[in-house]
C-alpha cells in the first residue's frame, strides 16, 4: 500500500490549529510570568518600607542614596 498524499490546504489547516493552541499557551505563560514579577516587586517594595522603618539614617541620605549621588554631592 503506498501513502496517500495530504493536500496542502488540508496541511496548512492542521498546522493552523496547532499554532493556535501553542499562542494560547504562550500567552498565558506570559501572563504568569507578569504576574509574578508584579507580585516580587510588591514584595520588594513592602521589605523597603520595612527597613525605612528602623533605619538610623535621614530622609534627604536616603534620597541621595536611591538618586545614586554621594554624600558630598548633597551639600551642594
Known amino acids: 500500500m ?3 498524499a495530504v493536500p ?3 496541511q496548512i489547516s492542521r498546522q493552523e490549529v496547532v499554532v493556535l493552541a501553542m499562542k494560547k499557551k ?4 506570559v501572563e504568569k510570568l507578569a504576574k509574578l514579577v508584579d507580585k516580587k516587586k ?3 517594595s513592602k ?3 520595612e527597613l525605612l522603618k528602623t533605619t538610623t539614617r ?3 541620605e536616603i534620597k ?3 538618586k545614586g549621588e554621594e554624600p558630598d554631592e548633597e551639600a551642594e
Open 2 to 4: 503506498g501513502r496517500r
Open 8 to 10: 496542502i490546504d488540508e
Open 26 to 29: 504562550y500567552d498565558a505563560s
Open 42 to 44: 510588591e514584595l520588594e
Open 47 to 49: 521589605e523597603i518600607l
Open 58 to 60: 535621614s530622609f534627604e
Open 64 to 66: 541621595a542614596f536611591l
